[in-house]
Nanobody
């Protein structure tokens, strides 16, 4: 069983930066489909950035050039560096991982997969 624990959220002014971390335990998730999603109450979740099982990265258009997803295989961690933050980035951010999804299907299937692992979330507030 994989456990994911996010950290690094907080409140920052517009233009600021945050670095989210997701620590995985119970399994080495370097080749998993994994990524960051965000959700505002009352709205559907949005895929922010993912790394698929082949190492490809995908980003939602609104964060391209501002956010960078990365992983540290030695530490078994996933990161999301968020720069030039905007008020519309305010949301609960979740780390997810799934070993059953291969390749490019990661971006569209990760959130709704019945086999995913999901952290408890970390709040990001930009004012």
């Amino acid at each position: 069983h994989v456990q994911l624990v996010e950290s690094g959220g907080g409140s920052v002014p517009a233009g600021g930066s945050l670095r989210l971390s997701c620590a995985a335990s119970g399994y080495t998730f370097s080749t998993f489909c994994k990524g960051w999603f965000r959700q505002v109450p009352g709205e559907p979740a949005e895929a922010v950035a993912i790394i698929d099982s082949d190492g490809r990265q995908q980003y939602t258009d609104s964060v391209k050039g501002r956010f960078t997803i990365s992983q540290d295989d030695a530490e078994n961690k996933l990161y999301l560096q968020m720069n030039s933050l905007k008020p519309e980035d305010t949301a609960m951010y979740y780390c997810l991982a799934d070993r059953s999804i291969s390749g490019r299907l990661c971006y569209t299937r990760l959130w709704n997969s019945p086999y995913n692992y999901r952290g408890q979330g970390t709040q990001v507030t930009v004012s």
